[in-house]
């Protein structure tokens, strides 16, 4: 049972480190909704946003919600699957694509970084895994 709750637990965190950077809703227990851009957090769920609305309307460039204040965190930007799209990827080479699930990253051979920002390296295997993934984030590839 620890491993399935450690394994849980790993899942857990995973996820939330991949909304690190992202727009997101927090909502408190007493009701206050904080809409910005999630920072920071710890293994407490503490949480750090950037660039903060309210639902009372007020606007702070930092605020630091302690993990009993949190009801909710909800992100507001849809994501790319990388794993998906590692997937996909993996049939256009097969045996040279790897999905870093804890970094959500791709690794296509030893030169090729691919992020939800987009495709880090040069050559004509960058250019060719670039075309897939704009057809991806274009939503033309499934």
Not at 80 to 98: C, H, N, S, T
Not at 104 to 116: F, Y
Request: glycine share 6%; aromatic share 6%; hydrophobic share 45%.
């Amino acid at each position: 049972m620890s491993t399935l709750l450690t394994e849980a637990s790993r899942k857990f965190a995973i996820e939330l480190s991949n909304m690190l950077n992202r727009r997101v809703r927090v909502i408190s227990v007493s009701g206050v909704i904080y809409e910005g851009l999630l920072v920071g957090f710890d293994n407490e769920l503490n949480v750090v946003l950037a660039d903060v609305k309210t639902s009372r309307n007020d606007k702070f460039p930092r605020v630091v919600l302690l993990k009993h204040a949190v009801a909710e965190v909800d992100l507001l930007e849809e994501r790319l699957d990388l794993r998906e799209l590692a997937k996909i990827l993996e049939k256009y080479f097969p045996g040279m694509v790897k999905y870093v699930e804890e970094a959500n990253v791709i690794l296509v051979g030893d030169r090729i970084k691919v992020t939800e920002s987009g495709v880090e390296g040069s050559g004509p295997l960058a250019r060719r895994v670039k075309e897939i993934y704009d057809q991806f984030a274009a939503g033309r590839l499934r």
